[in-house]
């Protein structure tokens, strides 16, 4: 059964001329609505106290036992304003079985998919004015979990708290779609075999921001990670999926084999792409056959995609000591048609024969 939400309004929203103006131009995570949802979990009762409660700070004690554990997760997906003024999501349902499949990895305690989708639809709809409707702008949700114990001792906590929140956003990079530049991280991997690789915890990306720090020094916008053990099979960037397209129209994506993270965006182009008659191959990708597939024209685009930034061309791959253009470094013909057919879907703009569209309200 569904869990019940008390409702408690903010009563001091953010009002109509100052939201219109944040609207217009909410950049990515800077901006957030006036509500919130948490719910509680113990050890003793279970999941309970769920609430729908206006945006504000948490108070944690210092010794809460997600400041020195890291026993946190997360998720990423948006809403998206549709033609006939409805508001619909993408998938909810594979965010939420993936956010139990993470939360287990983690030792955290597996939120159903009903109340996880329950909750990010309680927060949608009471805060449905601040869904964008021009452009390509969405409302992005954050459902996250931590362990909100206080003690110090290793061990998973009987105390957590799942919250979302959500901000309205517009492109993911700053300056808007562009193809970016891509750093080859051969120092640092983002996850090892029986590692944390495959869940979407906080610590994989705390991770992986040394490497983004040496991305931003070599003038390149994201990194990307290859294999823990032999140091040649390229995995995924520090926050996106991979995938090649080779000149017969194939494309290739690598395997989520524990150490890379199960795409919903990822998946869904999968999807597209055959129904587009693309021949998609699931498997790993060598990085020096990056480089001479490039080189020799086999390569013709490379792109990357996500929740947040949907998909982006890579233009460019810098290592020390060397780098290459893909293609004529702009956004290839696959990539963009890709990109297309999965935002009118989103967008409503052609009909979801997929079924991939949730509404809210």
């Known amino acids: 059964m569904t869990i019940e939400f008390t409702r408690e309004l903010n009563p001091n929203p953010v009002p109509d001329g100052e939201r219109a103006r944040l ?3 909410p950049g990515f995570g800077r901006v ?6 948490t719910i509680t979990w113990t050890a003793d009762r279970g999941w309970h106290d769920a609430r729908l409660r206006p945006y504000a700070p948490l108070a944690l004690d210092p010794a809460t036992a997600v400041f020195h554990y890291g026993q946190a997760i997360f998720e990423g997906f948006k809403a998206y304003a549709q033609p006939d003024g409805s508001i619909k999501t993408f998938r909810p349902d594979a965010n939420a079985r993936r956010f139990q499949k993470s939360a287990q990895r983690m030792a955290l305690p597996e939120l159903p998919v009903d109340d996880f989708v329950a909750a990010t639809d309680l927060l949608i709809s009471t ?5 964008p409707r021009d452009g390509e702008k969405s409302l992005y949700v954050r459902p996250f979990m931590m362990a909100t114990e206080v003690f110090l001792g290793v061990r998973p906590a009987t105390h957590v708290t799942f919250a979302v929140i959500a901000s309205p956003a517009a492109s993911y990079f700053s300056g808007g779609l562009h193809p ?13 075999p029986g590692g944390t690789g495959a869940a979407k915890c906080s610590g994989n990306y705390a991770a992986s921001l040394i490497a983004q720090q040496q991305a931003l020094a070599h003038g390149c916008e994201q990194v990307v990670f290859l294999d823990a053990v032999e140091r040649r099979w390229v995995e995924e960037l520090g926050g996106m999926n991979i995938y090649f397209v080779f000149d017969d129209g194939t494309l290739v994506t690598p395997p989520t084999s524990g150490t890379i993270l ?13 129904e587009r008659g693309h021949a998609v191959d699931v498997r790993p990708i060598d990085i020096q056959q990056w480089r001479d597939g490039v080189a020799s024209g086999r390569i013709t685009e490379v792109f990357a995609c996500g929740t947040a930034a949907v998909i982006t061309a890579i233009g460019r791959l810098v290592w020390q000591g060397g780098e290459l253009t893909i293609g004529d470094g702009g956004i290839g013909k696959v990539a963009q048609e890709l990109r297309d057919a999965l ?3 989103q967008y409503g703009r052609t009909p979801d024969t997929h079924g991939w569209m949730h509404l809210v309200c």
Not at 181 to 186: A, P, T
Request: charged fraction near 25%; hydrophobic fraction near 55%.
């Open 262 to 274: 199960e795409g919903v965006t990822r998946d869904a182009l999968l999807t597209l792409a055959r």
């Open 127 to 131: 805060d449905r004015a601040w869904v």
């Open 23 to 25: 609207l217009a131009d």
């Open 343 to 345: 935002l009118a879907i």
């Open 32 to 37: 957030f609505t006036d509500h919130m949802v």
């Open 180 to 192: 970016v530049s891509i750093w080859l991280s051969e120092e640092y991997t983002r996850a090892a």
